[in-house]
């Protein structure tokens, strides 16, 4: 299921959860996992336990803005927008890269380039493991959500569209 080797981009997120002090173990799979129902299904679990790492932009500030929200759940702009105070929009690959050093699809909610401002779907919570993605579209962990606020600094909330 797993390569005993770690790549670099999911070395440096076991390193960011090391640092962390969290018990969490990156795997690489075999398996696409880049997008939520690739990832359920290569770890063999639910949809709604896969952390989906979006990450928006807010028009005016130019500011990254990233959203931890669970698999199934599509997330509402309109809400997004309240909580950060100014207009967003979904932030094109490149943008993503450089504020996070990741690409789409791989984009843990750790160990980024800069400190990015954080919410987190309320509805993560409900479950006692789910599974982020670790670097690349191949890399995942498992964790208790319940460190999800701590591990990012975000804001749990409700921003289910």
């Given at each position: 299921?797993?390569n005993?080797?770690?790549?670099?981009s999911?070395?440096?997120v076991?390193a960011?959860?090391?640092?962390?002090?969290?018990?969490?173990?990156v795997?690489?799979?075999s398996?696409?996992?880049?997008t939520?129902?690739?990832?359920?299904?290569?770890?063999?679990?639910?949809?709604?336990q896969?952390?989906?790492?979006?990450?928006?932009?807010?028009k005016h500030?130019?500011e990254?803005?990233?959203?931890?929200?669970?698999?199934?759940?599509?997330?509402s702009?309109?809400?997004l927008?309240?909580l950060?105070?100014?207009?967003?929009?979904?932030a094109?690959?490149?943008?993503?890269?450089?504020?996070?050093?990741?690409?789409i699809?791989?984009?843990?909610?750790?160990?980024?380039?800069?400190?990015?401002r954080?919410?987190?779907?309320?509805?993560?919570?409900?479950?006692?493991?789910?599974?982020?993605a670790?670097?690349?579209p191949?890399?995942?962990?498992?964790?208790?959500?319940?460190?999800?606020?701590?591990?990012?600094?975000?804001?749990?909330?409700?921003?289910?569209?």
């Amino acid at each position: 299921m797993a390569n005993s080797e770690l790549s670099s981009s999911a070395s440096k997120v076991q390193a960011a959860l090391d640092a962390l002090g969290l018990p969490c173990q990156v795997v690489e799979l075999s398996d696409s996992t880049r997008t939520s129902q690739e990832a359920a299904q290569a770890i063999g679990t639910t949809v709604p336990q896969i952390v989906k790492t979006l990450v928006f932009q807010g028009k005016h500030s130019g500011e990254a803005l990233l959203v931890l929200a669970s698999g199934i759940n599509r997330v509402s702009e309109e809400r997004l927008t309240d909580l950060a105070g100014e207009p967003i929009e979904k932030a094109k690959a490149d943008f993503v890269r450089e504020k996070t050093g990741y690409v789409i699809g791989g984009v843990p909610p750790v160990g980024h380039t800069q400190p990015l401002r954080t919410w987190i779907d309320e509805d993560l919570l409900q479950y006692t493991e789910v599974w982020a993605a670790a670097g690349t579209p191949h890399a995942v962990f498992q964790l208790d959500p319940h460190d999800l606020p701590r591990m990012t600094g975000g804001t749990v909330a409700a921003i289910k569209a």
